[in-house]
């Protein structure tokens, strides 16, 4: 059952609008190149902070991008392997090194 | 910054009623199965979900272990050996029920999960003869590898498997759905005069669209709460180990709606939060969890030794993976930090032995020294299957050039956390305070229903999958029962709409944002309700909270549907800090077991304080009550007392559904 749009929220009703929020990481990186904009990223993410584009076609806006969990889902849905990436911020890439051999342990 | 419309359509001032038998609410682990219970027992259900139900909640990309499934044909140990181990461990603040319920049903889920098409077994034989699988059943384990009661499974198939299937028995599924309130019938008559839900309001967040959801039982899953003491609000995913969109929204309009809590009062010191001190979960070296039994080196190379709960030095990988001589059996796992001696399994030597030995700063996880097939279990499987690593670490770091058998992974700070935090950056961790429920799950309130990490003292992901479903179908039991659904007052829904919409209405230049209040409050709780805590304080902090509820809340702005969710998420924040600081006010002690300190109660733990204070608050006045650690009796009798049906029809997975 739907009730009328009730007259308080008619002001609004000329639709909704965003500004994408600035972040200091970006966790998302598409390519459009590989990218058919099927938003299939966009409807999987559960902080939902991927929009669709208003080209169709195109890849879809991180429109919030300081909310990513880096969860990778977006990634794991893609159909077209390469179209969108995942990167941990600067600040949280371990570091790793080559192993030293047993032999050369000095002990 | 370009400004943008919004691409879903504008449904502010729309109101969608709809009606079921049970309702859930939030679509996580322990949501999915409450919802698949009920409708397995020909209820009519809906699920609401605050994100997208394919991949949502904490194991929404996957888990690795799955505990405690002491019924699996491979197991030496039972559900009562485990689940009074636990409580013994947790020395009784300690959910006996959710623990039990776990112990003897997780089995019988995880055989619901692979019917459902999700991956619990090594059908490729990938592992054939190792030493942690089974080559009968091909049944993988962790931990420890003589009692086999951890599995190691394939969790990144869950969450689909799950959504298929409620698909298939016809669960509506709300998506982009956020529960923010409980309809409350006080009505004489039909409930007998007590409290009793008949569901819950929500907003659709891409329209903002009203929606009221009538049932007749309802199932809270919303998870725990998050964002109270630690925040940042440029990388706000990453302020917690859990999900953001798991806040406690559930305990919010529990509290709102007079629901019980227990143990609120339990924080303790941080040990993730990727925006600043510490490293993506699983994605450092180390070797808890996901990585036990990593072989660790410092940094020239010298092997860390592994000890057992005597201090004996173990010389093999394998050894790692067993008892002590004389131990039956060793508890490993997600809530499981420093474990008693009864329960303590293998480990490296303390950090600050290490130290004093002359062991070098870095220390590395070096997988190059284990057995091939440990190697590829953590790296590629554990490591893959785990939440939040298949993608931005196994993936990532292998397209980096990583490889285990040629680099090591660099460990920071002490601990698996790769973390060092203040004392009074506080988290819900290791069993935290949440709604308080009687041996069927079902709150102070009749017809409201918890399971998962919402519970109080909750476990790990196997605990949500068993609790869900045995709330859902105590849910159904009682929906069945009844024959209308509570009255709801129509006042409480135009209220709840009125304050869902309201931010939609502040001006920009006359407002503040969602993340200025967030910071705010978690600053508040920092200084009044960190790791020492007097009466003084907490009243000062309820003061602050309560003007920042009457002065700042109305001021809150938002644009669209979007920032209407983060705006009731901050409000909800507000709640639960309220609620643990009226929690700390009551515990008129200190204690161990909660990780709680008091300056002016110094005395730990005192015999006469030892028991549960149970807080709510009703119509405004905040009401205490205690109760005992022990409240749930024994757990085998009271279980098979309720679930004489159960045990005959389902366990063990002996019913065929269609
Ligand atoms: C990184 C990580 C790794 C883990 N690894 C393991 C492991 O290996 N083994 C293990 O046993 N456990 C593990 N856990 C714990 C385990 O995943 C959780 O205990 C379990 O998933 C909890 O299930 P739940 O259904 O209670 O909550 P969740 O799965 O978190 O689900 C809660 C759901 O509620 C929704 N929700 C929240 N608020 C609202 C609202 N207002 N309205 C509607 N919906 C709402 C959320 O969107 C979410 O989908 C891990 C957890 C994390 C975070
Ligand atoms: S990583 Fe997860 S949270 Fe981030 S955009 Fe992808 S799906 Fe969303
Ligand atoms: S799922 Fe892949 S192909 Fe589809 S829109 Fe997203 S990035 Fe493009």
């Known amino acids: 059952m739907t009730h009328e749009n009730d007259s308080c929220a008619a002001g609004l009703s000329a639709g909704y609008s965003y500004r994408p929020v600035p972040c200091s990481t970006r966790p998302i990186i598409y390519n459009q190149s590989l990218c058919i904009g099927c938003n299939r990223c966009a409807s999987v993410c559960q902080c939902d902070i991927l929009l669709p584009s208003p080209v169709k076609g195109e890849h879809p806006i991180v429109a919030y991008p300081g909310e990513c969990y880096y969860c990778g889902a977006c990634v794991m849905v893609c159909p077209r392997k390469g179209a969108i990436r995942l990167e941990h911020p600067l600040m949280n890439q371990a570091k790793y090194v080559p192993v030293i051999p047993e032999s050369e342990v000095l002990n | ?658």
């Open chain 2, 1 to 658: 910054m370009t400004e943008y419309l919004w691409p879903y359509p504008n449904e502010a001032g729309q109101t969608e009623e709809t009606s079921c038998d049970v309702l859930v609410l939030g679509g996580g682990l322990a949501g999915c199965f409450a919802a698949i219970a009920a409708a397995r027992r020909g209820q009519s259900v809906i699920l609401v979900e605050k994100g997208a139900t394919e991949k949502s909640g904490s194991g929404g990309t996957g888990f690795d272990h799955w505990e405690s499934a002491c019924t699996n044909p491979c197991s030496k140990v039972t559900p009562e050996e485990i689940a009074w181990a636990y409580v013994r461990e947790q020395d009784w603040y300690s959910n006996g029920i959710g623990h039990y319920i776990e112990c003897r049903e997780g089995y019988d889920r995880l055989l619901d999960l692979e019917h459902f098409g999700g991956k619990i077994r090594d059908t490729e034989d990938e592992f054939k003869g190792a030493e942690f699988r089974d080559d009968e059943t091909k049944f993988m384990f962790a931990y420890d590898y003589r009692n086999r009661f951890t599995l190691r499974v394939w969790g990144s198939t869950f969450k689909p498997a799950l959504t298929r299937e409620l698909k298939r028995l016809g669960v509506r599924v709300y998506d982009r759905t956020e529960a923010t309130g409980l309809i409350v019938s006080r009505r004489e008559g039909g409930c007998g005069g007590k409290k009793c839900c008949g569901g819950a309001f929500a907003m659709d967040v891409h329209t903002g669209k009203f929606l009221i959801f009538r049932a007749k039982s309802t199932v809270m899953c919303m998870s725990r709460p998050a964002r109270v003491w630690l925040f940042n609000p440029d990388t706000v995913g990453l302020c917690e180990f859990r999900p953001l969109q798991s806040i406690g929204s559930g305990h919010a309009m529990g509290w709102r709606a007079g629901v019980e809590f227990a143990m609120m009062e339990k924080s303790v010191r941080a040990e993730f939060s990727a925006a600043g001190r510490s490293f993506p979960p699983y994605g450092t070296g180390n070797n808890h969890n996901t990585w036990y039994a990593a072989t660790m080196v410092d940094a020239r190379g010298v092997e860390i030794p592994y000890v057992d709960r005597d201090g004996r030095e173990l010389k093999t990988v394998s050894e790692r993976y067993y008892p002590a001589p004389g131990q039956k059996f060793f508890l490993k796992g997600g809530v499981i930090d420093n474990p008693k001696y009864e329960y303590r399994g293998p480990e490296t030597l303390d950090f600050d032995e290490l130290i004093r030995r002359g062991y070098q700063l870095p220390f590395y996880a070096d997988l190059s020294r284990m057995p091939e097939s440990e190697r590829r279990v953590i790296w590629g499987m554990m490591v893959g299957e785990e939440a939040k690593t298949k993608i931005p670490i196994y993936q990532n770091y292998t397209d980096r050039g990583f490889d285990p058998e040629k680099h090591m992974l660099q460990s920071y700070g002490t601990g698996w956390q790769s973390a060092n935090f203040l004392e009074q950056e506080r988290q819900f961790f290791g069993a935290p305070g949440g709604v308080m429920h009687d041996w069927d799950l079902q709150t102070n309130i009749d017809g409201l229903y918890v399971a998962g990490d919402e519970t109080f003292a909750s476990d790990c992901a196997g605990a949500a999958c068993s609790t869900g479903y045995y709330a859902g179908r105590k849910a159904a039991e009682s929906a069945s029962a009844i024959d209308s659904i509570p009255h709801m007052e129509r006042s409480d829904a135009e209220a709840e709409k009125k304050r869902l919409l309201a931010p939609l209405y502040v001006k920009e230049e006359d407002g503040i944002s969602w993340k200025e209040l967030n910071m705010a409050v978690s600053k508040a709780m920092q200084n009044y309700c960190g790791g020492v805590r007097c009466e003084a304080l907490l009243m000062e902090g309820l003061d602050l909270l309560g003007r920042f509820e009457q002065e700042m809340v109305p001021r809150l702005y938002g644009a669209n549907p979007h920032d209407l969710m983060r705006i009731h998420e901050v409000m909800d924040i507000l709640t639960v800090s309220q609620i643990v600081l009226h929690a700390s006010l009551a515990r008129k002690c200190s204690s161990e077991p909660l990780f709680f300190r008091r300056s002016d109660y110094p005395e730990m733990d005192p015999p006469q304080m030892r028991h549960h204070i149970l807080l709510c608050n009703q119509d405004g006045e905040i009401k205490t009550r205690e109760l005992s650690l022990d409240y749930f009796g024994d757990l085998k009798t009271e279980y098979e007392r309720r679930n004489a049906d159960y045990m005959k029809e389902e366990a063990g997975g002996r019913k065929e559904w269609q």
